[in-house]
């Protein structure tokens, strides 16, 4: 039996809400860990809770609670996030054919939305194509911000009662949320080297105190992802010269 539109959009965004509530809850830790710093850092209730409202973007809000709390200029409190947020420019540009053409209110509403869990639940080709897929990714980017919110709630009422949190090693559900983003999305050997590099990389430039380890380390992971893809095409443009000689009919 055929569903009528109403149906599918329905269907479509039970989906949508399914697939990113895994997400949705491994940001637990995160979203406690920032609203519960914020309240520690002597920010106001309104304050903490406007970070995650406005800003929605759970590793610059860590950075810039710490820079805002020690006093740090205006100056390096953008120029840092700045920094921390340039991959989603990378994002954009990845979607941007798929979103173009859409109206305003779509473009700037997915934008705001367009985290890096969302962006793991784009790759599909037909990903942002057709009305039923838009109502998929406002769902799912929708959904993961109102528990993001949730959670920052939750971490600033902990934050009120209970001792400093930041000793719990909260943190590590960063890393955790992004390893569980990054494997899935390694399908060939470009990618492949690109998560190696950047993983050897950045625990090299931890460890030689670079301050821009993270950025560094993904730029050269980037180049030589991209190095291997060339690679890869030159070598098969290659097998496809060569044309196998067949002997001549007798």
């Known amino acids: ?15 949508g809400f399914l ?8 940001v637990l830790p995160w979203g406690i860990l920032c609203g519960s710093l914020a309240i520690q850092r002597d920010f106001s209730v309104l304050e903490a809770l406007l970070m995650p409202l406005i800003v929605f973007a759970g590793s610059a809000q860590l950075v810039a609670i710490e820079l805002i709390a020690n006093n740090a200029s205006l100056a390096t409190i953008l120029f840092t996030t700045f ?26 509403g997915l ?11 784009s790759g599909h080709s ?21 528990f993001w919110l ?18 719990l090693g909260l943190d590590f559900a960063i890393a955790v949320t992004f390893i569980a983003l990054v494997i899935p999305t390694i399908i060939n050997l470009p990618i492949l080297v690109t998560v190696i590099v950047a993983g050897v990389l ?9 301050e821009l380890d993270l950025v560094a380390a993904a730029l050269v992971a980037m180049y030589c992802g991209y190095l291997t893809d060339r690679l890869q095409q030159k070598n098969r443009s290659k097998s496809d010269n060569i044309m196998p000689v067949l002997p001549e009919k007798p």
């Open 202 to 210: 950045s625990v090299l430039f931890k460890l030689m105190a670079f």
């Open 19 to 26: 697939d990113m509530l895994p997400l949705n809850l491994a």
């Open 126 to 146: 037909k990903a942002f194509v057709g009305q039923l897929r838009l109502v998929y990714a406002l769902i799912a980017g929708g959904s993961f911000y109102l």
């Open 83 to 108: 920094i921390i947020s340039s991959r989603h420019f990378l994002y954009g540009l990845a979607l941007r054919d798929k979103l173009k053409l859409l109206p305003t209110n779509w473009r700037y």
């Open 150 to 167: 949730l959670w920052n709630v939750t971490g600033v009422i902990a934050g009120s009662y209970l001792p400093d949190l930041t000793h």
């Open 111 to 121: 934008g705001f939305l367009l985290t890096d869990e969302l962006f793991a639940l």
């Open 1 to 15: 039996m055929a569903m009528t539109k109403q149906q599918a959009r329905w269907a479509m965004a039970k989906k």
